[in-house]
């Protein structure tokens, strides 16, 4: 028996289109996602209202051993100087690990061990970024267009967003002047 996929996935623009339900969109504009910044004094209506981040999740499965695929697109812009970004998260499931493939726009992936030693890639089109075990992980949009990524990783991971809310990344990229600025907290 030959049969037609359930899901079809566009590398072009990274949507994920299946049968009704079977993709799972989330939003967050930035009044969701203000404590991740550093500086958020005087921001005006409008940029409260933007969109930070939005994903699309396909979940065939959650037993263990299954897989996750989804598309993050987080959008250009910055607050007080600092770029988007995602919130981070270690996974729940602390040894899970992940693949991100960047589709189009310019970033960085922030890594940061449990020690909080933090080290990032840069993002860029087909750029492929391996995510191990215990290893936080948080992108940040550098560029003028949205940064759209593909992920792909263990259904039963979870997210830990509560230790990053907490304690934060140890470093934090802003744009000074047009340039990218990388400050150590
Ligand atoms: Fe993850």
């Known amino acids: 028996?030959?049969?037609?996929?359930?899901?079809?996935?566009?590398?072009?623009?990274?949507?994920?289109?299946?049968?009704?339900?079977?993709?799972?969109?989330?939003?967050?504009s930035l009044k969701d996602t203000l404590r991740i910044y550093a500086n958020t004094q005087?921001?005006?209506?409008?940029?409260?209202?933007?969109?930070?981040?939005?994903?699309?999740?396909?979940?065939?499965?959650?037993?263990?051993g299954s897989l996750q695929f989804a598309t993050s697109y987080v959008y250009p812009g910055t607050v007080n100087g600092e770029y988007f970004m995602t919130k981070g998260h270690f996974h729940e499931i602390s040894n899970?690990?992940?693949?991100?493939?960047?589709l189009s726009g310019e970033g960085l992936l922030v890594f940061m061990d449990r020690q909080r030693n933090w080290w990032a890639e840069r993002m860029h089109?087909?750029?492929?970024?391996?995510?191990?075990?215990?290893?936080?992980?948080?992108?940040?949009?550098?560029?003028?267009?949205?940064?759209?990524?593909?992920?792909?990783?263990?259904s039963d991971a979870g997210h830990d967003y509560g230790t990053i809310e907490n304690d934060g990344f140890p470093v934090r990229f802003f744009d000074r002047n047009g340039k990218l600025s990388i400050e150590e907290v």
């Open 1 to 28: 028996m030959i049969i037609n996929p359930k899901m079809t996935y566009s590398l072009i623009n990274g949507s994920l289109v299946g049968p009704e339900g079977s993709v799972v969109k989330g939003v967050k």
């Open 42 to 64: 005087g921001l005006s209506e409008d940029l409260l209202s933007a969109i930070n981040y939005r994903t699309e999740v396909y979940t065939p499965e959650t037993t263990e």
């Open 96 to 102: 899970r690990s992940e693949f991100y493939l960047c």
């Open 125 to 154: 089109k087909e750029s492929l970024h391996y995510i191990p075990g215990h290893i936080a992980h948080r992108m940040i949009n550098t560029g003028n267009d949205v940064l759209t990524v593909q992920a792909c990783w263990n």
